[in-house]
C-alpha cells in the first residue's frame, strides 16, 4: 500500500516546515519500534505507563520516516541543499490529475513538485508498518488505562491528536485519488480516534465525511449511520447538504415520508441551499404533491426573517424552476426592495435574461424559416441586452471580487455581440474585458 500526503496548504516558512519536518532515519525508526514492540511484549514492562507512550510515539516516528526530511510547500532547490547526499534514483516528468508534475524517485518516497517546483505531494512507497497510525492509537488507549492519576494526560492527549490529524490527511488523500472506500475507512478511523480518552474531541468533518463516502459507495446503512450522527453533533455538511444525501437513501428506500421530512426540515434551517431546493422541488414534482408546500414553506421562513433579501432569491428560483418567469422575476426583483446591496437577486435576474439569450441562439441555429430565424434573433438580442442592466448593478454593489469577476464575464460576452454597431456596448465590452484579463493574470 502507498501512503499518499498531498498538499493541504503551504507551510509559513522553511525555518518553521523544516522544524516541523525533521524525521528519525528509516532503520532508527523501525530499530525504535522494534524496541518499543518487545519492552510492551514483557510483562514486567506492559503494566508500566512509560512502555505504552513510548510505543505510541514510536508508531508515529515509524509512519513518518520514510517521507524522508522534505515537506509539502518546500522548494525543490532547497531540498537539494538540505537533502544533500539523499539524492533521487530518477527524475521524470509525469500527470497527475490532470496536472504536469516533476516526479522524483527515492528509496522509500516519491516527490512530486508542480510548475513551479514546489513541493505539492509525497507518496510512501516502502512504509515500515502498514497499520502504523491505528497501532498507534491502541498503544495511547492502553496508556490511558494506566495513567490513573493523569499525570501524561497532555503526552497522550498530543499523540491522538497528532494521529487524528494524519488518519485524515490518508482519508482526504485517498479521496484526491479516488480510492473512496480507502478515504472512507481513514475518516471513520480519525472520528473514532478523535472520540478517545482523554482527547474526547468531536470531529465533526470526519463524521460527516464518512458518511459522504458511504453515500457515494452506495453504503446506504452506513451512510445514513454517520450523517445523522453528523447531524446530531452540529454539523450538517455545506448548506445542509447531509440532508439531502439523507433523502436521497430515504427516496432510494422508498421511504417517500422520510424523504420530505427530511427536506423540510433542511428548508428551514438552510432555505438557500440548491441542493435541498432542487430535492424539494423534485420531490414534490415526481410525488404527485402540492407544490404549494414549498411557498408555505418559504412565506414561513420569511416571517423568521422578513429583512431576508435571500428569501425573495430562493423564491425567485423555485418559480423558475416551476417555469413561472413573470413571479420568478418579480422575487429577484424584491431582493433589492428589502436590501439594495443584495446582489443576488440582480444575478438571478441577469442569468435568467443570459441564459434565455443562450436558448434563443441555438434555436435560431435549428431554425431553417428566414422569417422565424429572423423573429428568433431579435428576441435573442433582446434578451441579450436585458441581462445587462442587472449584472450591471451585481457588479455595483457586490463586494466580493470573484463575483465581480463572474459577472464581468457574463457582462463581456453580452456586450460584444453588439460592440461593433453600438460604441456604448463597445466601451462596456473593453471595460469588462479588461477586468477579466486582470484577474486572470
Given at each position: 500500500m502507498k501512503r499518499i500526503f498531498l498538499a493541504l496548504a503551504l507551510l509559513a516558512s522553511l525555518q518553521v516546515a523544516s522544524a516541523q519536518q525533521q524525521v528519525k532515519s528509516v532503520s532508527a525508526a523501525q530499530k525504535a519500534a522494534e524496541k518499543a514492540i518487545a519492552a510492551s511484549q514483557d510483562a514486567?514492562?506492559?503494566?508500566?505507563?512509560?512502555?505504552?507512550?513510548?510505543?505510541?510515539?514510536?508508531?508515529?516516528?515509524?509512519?513518518?520516516?520514510?517521507?524522508?526530511?522534505?515537506?509539502i510547500g518546500a522548494s525543490r532547490a532547497d531540498l537539494a541543499l538540505l537533502l544533500a547526499d539523499d539524492k533521487p534514483l530518477s527524475v521524470e516528468n509525469v500527470e497527475v490529475g490532470g496536472q504536469q508534475m516533476l516526479k522524483e524517485t527515492y528509496a522509500t518516497r516519491d516527490y512530486y513538485y508542480n510548475g513551479a517546483d514546489i513541493l505539492q505531494?509525497?507518496?510512501?512507497?516502502?512504509?515500515?508498518?502498514?497499520?502504523?497510525?491505528?497501532?498507534?492509537?491502541?498503544?495511547?488507549?492502553?496508556?490511558?488505562?494506566?495513567?490513573?492519576?493523569?499525570?501524561?494526560?497532555?503526552?497522550?492527549?498530543?499523540?491522538?491528536?497528532?494521529?487524528?490529524?494524519?488518519?485524515?490527511?490518508?482519508?482526504?488523500n485517498a479521496y484526491t485519488f479516488g480510492n473512496l472506500e480507502k478515504a472512507s475507512y481513514y475518516f471513520e478511523k480519525a472520528s473514532e480516534v478523535s472520540m478517545q480518552e482523554p482527547y474526547a474531541v468531536i470531529d465533526t468533518s470526519a463524521i460527516y465525511n464518512t458518511g459522504l463516502t458511504a453515500?457515494?459507495?452506495?453504503?446506504?446503512?452506513?451512510?445514513?449511520?454517520?450523517?445523522?450522527?453528523?447531524i446530531a453533533v452540529g454539523y450538517a455538511g455545506e448548506?445542509?447538504?447531509?440532508?439531502a444525501k439523507l433523502a436521497d437513501i430515504a427516496d432510494k428506500e422508498g421511504n417517500q415520508e422520510q424523504r420530505q421530512a427530511y427536506l423540510e426540515e433542511a428548508f428551514m434551517k438552510y432555505p438557500q441551499s440548491q441542493s435541498i431546493l432542487v430535492g424539494l422541488i423534485n420531490f414534490y414534482l415526481t410525488s404527485g404533491g402540492n407544490?404549494?408546500?414549498?411557498?408555505e414553506l418559504i412565506e414561513a421562513a420569511k416571517a423568521n426573517e422578513p429583512e431576508?433579501?435571500?428569501?425573495?432569491?430562493?423564491?425567485?428560483?423555485i418559480y423558475l424552476q416551476l417555469e413561472?418567469?413573470?413571479?420568478?422575476?418579480?422575487?429577484y426583483r424584491q431582493c433589492a426592495e428589502i436590501n439594495p446591496e443584495y446582489e443576488f437577486g440582480f444575478i438571478g435576474e441577469g442569468q435568467y435574461w443570459y441564459n434565455r439569450a443562450v436558448d434563443l441562439q441555438d434555436a435560431a441555429a435549428a431554425e431553417m424559416d428566414y422569417k422565424k430565424y429572423d423573429k428568433i434573433m431579435a428576441e435573442f438580442e433582446q434578451a441579450l441586452k436585458n441581462c445587462v442592466e442587472p449584472f450591471e448593478k451585481a457588479y455595483d454593489v457586490t463586494k466580493d471580487d470573484n463575483i465581480k469577476v463572474a459577472v464581468c464575464?457574463?457582462?463581456?460576452?453580452?456586450?460584444?455581440?453588439?460592440?461593433?454597431d453600438d460604441p456604448v456596448y463597445k466601451e462596456k465590452y473593453e471595460k469588462y474585458d479588461a477586468i477579466v484579463k486582470a484577474a486572470r493574470q
Open positions: 514486567k514492562k506492559s503494566a508500566k505507563l512509560p512502555t505504552w507512550i513510548t510505543l505510541g510515539k514510536a508508531y508515529i516516528d515509524a509512519y513518518n520516516a520514510p517521507t524522508g526530511n522534505g515537506w505531494l509525497i507518496v510512501i512507497t516502502k512504509p515500515i508498518y502498514e497499520d502504523a497510525l491505528e497501532k498507534g492509537a491502541e498503544a495511547f488507549a492502553k496508556a490511558y488505562e494506566l495513567d490513573v492519576k493523569g499525570k501524561k494526560t497532555k503526552d497522550i492527549t498530543e499523540g491522538l491528536r497528532t494521529i487524528e490529524g494524519k488518519l485524515v490527511d490518508e482519508a482526504y453515500w457515494m459507495l452506495g453504503q446506504n446503512d452506513r451512510a445514513k449511520k454517520f450523517l445523522e450522527k453528523s448548506d445542509g447538504d447531509a440532508y407544490t404549494d408546500r414549498l411557498f431576508n433579501a435571500s428569501l425573495y432569491y430562493v423564491e425567485g428560483n413561472d418567469v413573470e413571479n420568478a422575476l418579480k422575487a464575464e457574463y457582462l463581456k460576452n453580452a456586450c460584444y455581440r453588439f460592440s461593433y
